[in-house]
């Protein structure tokens, strides 16, 4: 069993930050790429960032600049340190890890946290 954790959302005013923390844990050999979407309401689910077990990133357009990606290989986990908030920010966030179990590699999600930036 792999379960994922994502925490550290919250209500922040426009112009702060908030840092986003998810680790992986349970029975597996290894975890490829990491990363974070995040779903408004009414809206489809969005990649907002991505990390490779190398480190390479890559990120959505409407965050570049104010969004870094990092992980801890050691802990498995990943962060997302988000600064300059906008409200458009607004939404849950989940984190996404590529993991490999057996001979697969599958999909996994954190249970979210919102984060809610007030104008």
């Known amino acids: 069993q792999v379960q994922l954790v994502d925490s550290g959302g919250g209500l922040v005013q426009a112009g702060g930050s908030l840092r986003l923390s998810c680790t992986a844990s349970?029975?597996?050999?290894?975890?490829?790429?990491m990363g974070w979407y995040r779903q408004a309401p009414g809206k489809q689910r969005e990649l907002v960032a991505i990390?490779?077990?190398?480190?390479?990133?890559n990120y959505a357009d409407s965050v570049k600049g104010r969004f870094t990606i990092s992980r801890d290989n050691a802990k498995n986990t990943v962060y997302l340190q988000m600064n300059s908030l906008k409200p458009e920010d607004t939404g849950v966030y989940y984190c996404?890890?590529?993991?490999?179990?057996?001979?697969?590699?599958?999909?996994?999600w954190g249970q979210g946290t919102q984060v809610t930036v007030s104008s």
């Open positions: 996404n890890a590529k993991i490999i179990r057996g001979v697969w590699q599958n999909d996994y």
């Open positions: 349970g029975s597996f050999l290894r975890i490829n790429d």
């Open positions: 990390i490779s077990s190398g480190g390479s990133t």
